[in-house]
């Protein structure tokens, strides 16, 4: 697929509409080519939320990298149950899992970035690509005030290394927003968020942050590195 002319003005229109409007429009605009992705994270509940209550015709899939913890899988069996939605899962490649920790061990990835990187190229970015295929529009739960990155991002953009259009609804929108919107709807979330995770991925890659710490410290927390897996790199 080649770079879309008019995002610029598509951007424009976005600006004044709400998250729900914005996600309708795109839906109307690109029928049966938008699919959302969630990790079930706080910003990608209130998204589903908003797909699902408003029956709106966007595909909903998670990747499930093989690592996640417990009560990430069980928020996903409670999710599809509180929305009455089937949220489709991808997997990493058998062959491909195997050849990683034939490579660099069952942890190798705290041993270098490189590792880290190639673990999760495997478990998240090419089975993110799979599900990508097709598609004309890829809708994420990224917010501006996440990451130094994630600031720099737009709320419609083009996503060179997946050739597609990449739509961030809730972009401009502040945590305390998120979790004020999760409480008046009464979105099922991951209880680790009580716990002082704010930012959920993988188990052995995540832990807790402190206070006043970043929101995305706790996210390969031994390196010294932008906190990104590859599946939003600009």
Aim: a negative charge; glycine letters at 6%.
């Amino acid at each position: 697929m080649n770079q879309p002319q008019n995002l610029s003005d598509l951007e424009a229109r976005l600006q004044s509409l709400s998250a729900s409007e914005g996600l309708a429009l795109i839906a109307e605009l690109f029928p049966g080519k938008v699919v959302f992705s969630t990790s079930l994270g706080q910003e990608d509940q209130v998204i589903t939320q908003l797909i699902a209550t408003h029956n709106m015709p966007i595909q909903i899939f998670s990747l499930d990298t093989g690592r996640l913890f417990p009560e990430t899988l069980e928020l996903l069996s409670r999710t599809e149950s509180k929305f009455k939605t089937r949220i489709k899962v991808y997997f990493p490649e058998t062959a491909s899992v195997e050849k990683l920790v034939a490579d660099i061990g069952i942890n190798g990835f705290y041993e270098s970035i490189e590792n880290r990187k190639s673990c999760c190229f495997v478990r998240k970015v090419e089975p993110l690509k799979r599900a990508l295929a097709g598609n004309t529009v890829w809708v994420t739960g990224l917010r501006a005030e996440q990451s130094a990155n994630r600031s720099e991002m737009k709320r419609i953009e083009w996503d060179e290394a997946n050739q597609i259009i990449k739509y961030n609804p809730l972009l401009d929108w502040t945590f305390d927003q998120t979790i004020a919107y999760i409480e008046e709807h009464r979105i099922p979330y991951n209880p680790l968020h009580d716990q002082g995770y704010i930012s959920i991925g993988c188990a052995p890659c995540t832990r807790a942050i402190l206070p006043g710490e970043d929101a995305r410290a706790g996210r390969w927390w031994w390196e010294d590195s932008k906190k990104e897996c590859g599946l939003h790199s600009k």
